[in-house]
């Protein structure tokens, strides 16, 4: 992929600057335990609506065991919920649906285009390609370990009701 074709180049992330920490996207995003798949965020640029954040693989992850013994391999389903939970802590942060929670409202253009091990950090860039206030959140995003892109595609966000 040329380098015209990345949201952000990961080379220009600076990982000792880090804007939340795991501590401040809970007070964002409701995953806990086996689902946060969000160590912190590392860029934020709303004007040109560009966000990263990354996940820090730990070697006992819970689908280490079993997604596959012997060469475990982060599910891809993992990297696209890491995407959604990106994509939640900039849409609360920049109160872009104001006291709703964000839900999966789909994927769409999804590659897997590499694999993530334990032990590797997996950033996620995301850029805002449409906003409905108060409706839907379309953003565009790339993964990657090191400068490896590993994934890729478009994910849609709603806002989910109050109680469910």
Known sequence: MAREDLILDPASIDFDNVIADLEAVRKTNPQRYEMEQLTGIV???????????YLDIA??????????????????????????????????????MPGKRMGFGGLDEVKF????????????????TRYRPNRMLVCAFQ??????????????????PDQI
């Open 113 to 128: 285009r590499g694999i993530v091990r334990p032990g590797d950090r997996l950033l996620c860039v995301l850029k805002q």
């Open 59 to 96: 070697e006992d992850a819970f689908w280490v065991r079993g997604h596959m013994p012997g060469m475990p391999l982060m599910p891809g389903v993992l990297m696209c919920e890491m995407a959604a939970q990106v994509s939640t802590w900039y849409v609360v942060v920049h109160d872009l």
């Open 143 to 160: 993964s990657f370990v090191g400068s490896t892109m590993v994934a890729e595609g478009v994910i849609r966000g709603i806002p989910l």
């Open 43 to 53: 860029y934020d640029d709303v004007e040109a609506g560009i966000c990263a954040g």
